[in-house]
Nanobody
Framework: QVQLVESGGGLVQPGGSLRLSCAAS????????MAWYRQAPGKQRELVAH???????NYADSVKGRFTISRDSAKNTVYLQMNSLKPEDTAVYYC???????????????WGQGTQVTVSS
């Protein structure tokens, strides 16, 4: 089993930076794809970025060039560095861990409790 705990959210001005952390517990961390999702008020949850066990990354078009996802296997932690933040980045950010088959279908999925990020002047 995998348990996820997010931290690092808060209030930041437009153009500022913030780094989110997601601490994972469980022996499967190194073979699980990790991701960050976000959900703004009145909107559906959307994928922000993901990183595979091999280190390959992918980003939503809206955050490319501004956000960076990384993982530290020694600390069982995944990070989301957010730069040049915009008001539209305001949302609850959720850490996600998933196991997928070779076709990309999810087999098992875990979620953190979420951390609030507010970008406002």
């Amino acid at each position: 089993q995998v348990q996820l705990v997010e931290s690092g959210g808060g209030l930041v001005q437009p153009g500022g930076s913030l780094r989110l952390s997601c601490a994972a517990s469980g022996s499967s961390f190194n073979i699980i794809t990790m991701a960050w999702y976000r959900q703004a008020p009145g909107k559906q949850r959307e994928l922000v970025a993901h990183i595979t066990s091999a280190g390959a990354t992918n980003y939503a078009d809206s955050v490319k060039g501004r956000f960076t996802i990384s993982r530290d296997s020694a600390k069982n932690t995944v990070y989301l560095q957010m730069n040049s933040l915009k008001p539209e980045d305001t949302a609850v950010y959720y850490c996600n861990a998933g196991k997928y088959d070779t076709l990309g279908y999810v087999l098992v999925q875990y979620w953190g409790q979420g951390t609030q990020v507010t970008v406002s002047s």
